[in-house]
């Protein structure tokens, strides 16, 4: 069956005690890469294990372990793994949210207390973890309060994984979600997952989100001299190398986006007419991404050509040079040492595995014909595979149903440039269906300062999560 | 006539006095960049001053007024000028040294105090100043004692400039050197100028050094984007600041070191057989560039092509990029501003006004084949003129037969890398020949760690200033 008219209306009755919800795990300054605030995170974990426990959630906290971090040794905040429902006649999913937040000061120029959620009249909910990532979780909270209260039984059995240290790498969080795949292990019976972690592309239309791009980050370090040396006394008389580096980083990608490291580009199969249609179709328009960049500096003034940049093609930039003189004024000194930074985004059927070996020979054959003398070392800092989900696969098509049904409009589906790493590892631990359902707008700047959830995208958002549990209710097995 | 055994017998039999003498010096901390230390090259003056009146000199200190360092308003130490003799019969020579000195500090990996001149059983002198350029100033004081004890006559007239802002830009210099190089001023009469303050190519041949490289330092920007952007979401979505920098970078310079820019390297005219004659004929070999380099990296294996690129020819050097990642570690920015630092080293007929041009509208020229949205700001942070002289007036044959009167042989006849501006305002603004005739070895480390000067250098050195002198007076009016 549709989601149930009292419910949505329940939603709708309960606005201001849900906002007032949101204010009270706002309270909780709950930032993982502050060891300063890690208690508070601890704090923020048993604050939502009461709130689950509160709506019926048999739940357990995980102890992760201890890290180091700024050269201290710190316990890991507890990842919470819940489980509600238990019928076999039904699908269950698996819904993933995370308690810590980004670092908000004031200072960094919030127009209010980052840790106190404040209501403006456009409608705007203000504050740190507002829509990054405790928004979501308390929409899900709204769902299951609704279901506890009236005693109706959910549409489908919900597992739950949230963590508390995902602003600061999931710390432990990898190896517990391959733990409890397996056969046994919390997650057992799992048929799909629903991440709510991500954005609309812009503030209009609701979106579903299928794919991820993966990354291979380099450094590559060209040194000779033994120590840095006076541009007078040395400038043409030693091969230098900074001189290297930027013929060799000039190699890498034009200024119009192409890669230029042969078979990179070329892996990915050209997007069909049906495909670039995917983009073309979204409500997403090159002033959009220029707007959001802050200057008309759009690579193309074809609007698919953009969007399939960010979303289904790899990219390479270049992001730095370690050991230059990059400091503000004139010097005139040869580098001894410089480390030239850059890394790729993938896409299927990209990985780190297949890219890194061409981008390795490439930079090997392309500093041998500069004949320098210096020595080159080329070093791989990390890398994530892509990720890419079934836009037709029931988990999906029960999310369009809900998306169409709450919003009255159909979602954009949008796969995204960046990285969220948990969700690889849920395809792969469980080998099922993925899906990502963001609550928020893409203004809501998650990880920047008045990091904002529009009131109605927490409400609207909370129905969402609701409806869509319903349509997967009425998924056939 | 020559000059005369008893004062070579006199420096000899004073050595050890001298040497007491220069670690008088050295014990002033007389730090120009320094302002704790100010006061102390105030005292160094005063200390100066009082020696130079001591063998004979009318001084006068002339106030140069004051500067900001660090936000600190600072009295700038006086300049001292001196005169000795006024027969209208002999030349009239102007020397020229600096009191002042580069900071040092035990901690930065000096074997000893650095402001107590020690005595190595190698017979290295190591003290902060003892190289550059207390021991050359020491040196002129041992000649003059000769002259004022025994009450021998001085074969030229001397003027003389010491300043104690070298080491930090010569501040207020220019001035003071153009005004007194008027009629009526403190240089009227001269008729060349010696200037020691530089070293010899190794550690074997003195050297005579008749040219200098100018310099032209570049910023150039690239910015677009209207914050940093995160190239997961903006790779290849748009224009990206440092593709554009590091391919207009990768245009200035090839990596053996021919500039690319056109009409730059055109510009100088290629050295003749006589004029590589002199190169190849220099004791001076790729192996000892390459262990000043600190590693085998010359950029041929022609050294005649070697010792040109440092001396004669230009040279283009990328010094950095402001702006851009720069730290330790994989960061995943897209910079919104970045800026290229570059300089080129000129040479005769080489200006900045000539070459900045061509710079410029290669530069732009450049940006323009790239296509891109960004914006390119080209930023002039420096210049000056380069500097020749002639080798074959009669104040470099003094020199050159002093040199082998004292050392036996041959001296290395040299041009170097770098800039000593003050030079350059010496010969524009009095019109005469300027003579750089150094008194310590390739080795000496004048602005590095345990800094020295070689015993033999310094009372070998102290003959050779007298000797100079008396060879001056020899020259036919």
Not at 141 to 157: A, M, S
């Amino acid at each position: 069956m549709a989601a149930p008219a009292e419910f949505l209306q329940y939603i709708d009755d309960k606005a201001d005690a849900f906002i007032q919800r949101l204010a009270d795990a706002v309270a909780i300054p709950s930032i993982s890469g502050d060891a300063k605030h890690r208690q508070d995170v601890f704090k923020m974990a048993d604050w939502l294990d009461a709130q689950l426990k509160a709506v019926g959630v048999e739940t357990k906290l995980v102890d992760l372990g201890k890290h180091v971090m700024d050269g201290e040794e710190l316990p890991l905040p507890p990842a919470i793994l819940g489980k509600i429902g238990n019928d076999p006649s039904k699908k269950t999913v698996l819904i993933y949210g995370h308690f810590d937040v980004q670092p908000a000061d004031k200072s960094d120029g919030w127009e209010t207390d980052p840790f106190t959620l404040v209501i403006k009249e456009d409608g705007r909910l203000v504050g740190r973890g507002s829509s990054d990532d405790k928004g979501p979780i308390l929409g899900w909270l709204n769902v299951l309060q609704y279901h506890h209260e009236t005693g109706k039984p959910l549409p489908v059995n919900l597992k739950m994984c949230f963590e508390g240290m995902e602003e600061s790498g999931s710390e432990g969080l990898d190896d517990l979600v391959q733990r409890e795949s397996k056969p046994g292990g919390w997650f057992e019976g799992v048929d799909c997952v629903c991440i709510s972690d991500n954005y609309w592309l812009n503030t209009r239309t609701p979106a579903l989100t299928y794919g991820l791009r993966g990354l291979t980050y380099f450094k590559v370090t060209v040194s000779g001299p033994g120590r840095d040396l006076h541009s007078g006394v040395f400038g043409r008389t030693v091969h230098e190398p900074m001189t290297d580096l930027i013929h060799l980083m000039s190699k890498l990608v034009d200024t119009q986006g192409n890669i230029m490291i042969p078979g990179v580009d070329e892996m990915v199969p050209p997007a069909d007419e049906q495909e670039r249609a995917i983009y073309q179709s979204l409500d997403y328009s090159i002033a959009d991404v220029e707007e959001a960049a802050g200057n008309k500096i759009a690579i193309s003034s074809n609007k698919v050509e953009v969007l399939m940049g960010r979303m289904r093609n790899p990219s390479l930039s270049l992001h730095g040079i370690e050991g230059a003189f990059s400091g503000a004024g004139a010097k005139t000194v040869i580098p001894a040492k410089v480390s030239g930074k850059f890394s790729i985004r993938l896409v299927p059927p990209q990985t780190p595995e297949k890219v890194d070996p061409l981008v390795i020979a490439y930079l090997k054959q392309e500093f041998a014909k500069l004949n320098s003398k210096n020595e080159l070392i080329i070093e791989n800092l990390h890398g994530g595979k892509p990720w890419v989900a079934d836009v037709n696969h029931w988990n999906f098509e029960a999310a369009k149903r809900a998306t169409k049904a709450v919003y009255k409009q159909d979602p954009d589906l949008t796969r995204e440039g960046g990285s969220i790493p948990v969700t690889l590892t849920f395809a792969e631990s469980l080998g099922v269906n993925v899906l990502l359902l963001p609550m928020g707008r893409g203004d809501d700047g998650a990880h920047s300062t008045n990091e904002k959830l529009d009131r109605s995208n927490f409400i609207q958002g909370s129905k969402l999560l609701g409806t869509y549990l319903y349509e997967i209710g009425q998924v056939k097995a």
